[in-house]
């Protein structure tokens, strides 16, 4: 904790950052660094990452835009809906929210209210889809329309006794269950998951900080895995590099240690699990790469590091490979296994696409 403090007192006397991001002070593991580094520094633009039976094109090209017509500040999370569109969150409020098509091209664009865009989780209800937005500089949650309008807000949850005021929750992801129930993580607060109905009323809350098998150092991140046949809850506990596993109604069945691999987002597509590992050993590297696991939670490929290795069942510390990421912050895989990656703080650079060789 003293040497987070410290990090934040350099960063306050040495960092560039704009007005949005401001709020990252607050935020218990986010990255506190100087200023970052810019896309132009990125001199390769095309080139295969990837181990085994995932091996990727890299395409830093693919999602840049004019940045005086559409900007971007931080981006934070993609989605993909039944359109097959690529949606992105950032933080700029010219436009929060940013539909791609696969080609890269911007079909439209909205938002100009969330200075905190962070968790963004798409969701089909009755075959209506609807974006689910956090916002950590705002402390909310929203429902939304896929042309922004509001359905539903959550402030923080009055009903646990952790929180006093609104400052203290700054929820950083949703999942959205089949029934219609929704998990908010307080990744940047109080490290609280809280469950509420398809209404918005709630029902239970569990987790907060700490290292007990419950508990949580930075719940970023959470998901909901189908893929043992029950419906299980997938959540980062990120400072701790690890997943934990829990019930539908709040119980810790497992935790996944990860050495190396500080998680953003699970993300499930068919078999498989992936995330972004924004950083390896140092918030001041840029030594961020993507993780793909296997049904059995087991690293199988790690785009933008080093092939991942197993030494009495533990996984190893992967190596950055110096060129690939400057902070990837999430996934968003297509139908064809293809992978976007929004960056977090890093120099304002658009999304990449790893295309599935």
């Known amino acids: 904790m003293e040497k987070h403090k410290l990090e934040r007192r350099q960063f306050l006397k040495y960092g560039s950052v704009t007005a949005s991001a401001g709020a990252i002070i607050g935020w218990s593991s986010c990255k506190e660094t100087t200023p970052s580094p810019t896309v132009s520094e990125a001199k390769e633009t095309s080139y295969k990452v990837g181990h085994g039976d995932f091996v990727y094109e890299v395409d830093k090209l693919w999602g840049v835009q004019n940045d005086k017509k559409i900007p971007v500040d931080n981006c934070h999370e993609m989605v993909m809906d039944k359109q097959g569109h690529i949606i992105m969150c950032t933080t700029h409020v010219n436009n929060n929210i940013i539909f791609y098509n696969k080609d890269g091209d911007v079909v439209k664009s909205w938002g100009k209210e969330y200075p905190g865009a962070h968790g963004l989780t798409l969701s089909d209800e009755g075959g209506e889809e609807f974006l689910y937005l956090t916002d950590t500089i705002k402390n909310q949650v929203y429902k939304l329309t896929m042309d922004g309008r509001k359905i539903m807000t959550w402030d923080y949850p009055k009903e646990v006794s952790a929180y006093g005021s609104a400052a203290q929750y700054q929820p950083t992801e949703t999942a959205v269950a089949d029934n219609g129930d929704i998990y908010i993580t307080d990744g940047y607060g109080q490290n609280i998951i809280t469950q509420y109905d398809a209404q918005g009323k709630y029902i239970r809350h569990f987790g907060g900080t700490g290292d007990g098998e419950d508990q949580f150092q930075t719940a970023h991140g959470i998901c909901i895995d189908k893929r043992s046949g029950t419906p299980e809850l997938l959540i980062t506990s990120r400072s701790k590099q690890e997943f934990k596993r829990f019930s539908m109604d709040g119980k810790h069945i497992e935790t996944i240690k990860l050495p190396g691999c500080s998680i953003c987002r699970p993300v499930i597509k068919g078999d498989n699990l992936y995330f972004a590992v924004i950083v ?27 092939s991942p290795t197993y030494t009495n069942d533990v996984l190893q510390m992967p ?6 990421f400057l902070n990837p912050h999430d996934v968003c895989i297509d139908n064809d296994e293809n992978i976007y990656v929004p960056q977090w703080y890093s120099g304002k650079t658009y999304p990449i696409r790893l295309k599935r060789v």
């Open 319 to 324: 190596e950055y490979d110096g060129k690939t």
């Open 280 to 306: 390896t050993k140092s918030w001041w590297d840029y030594d961020g790469m993507v993780a793909v696991l296997d049904k059995n939670n087991k690293v199988v490929s790690m785009p933008g590091g080093s």
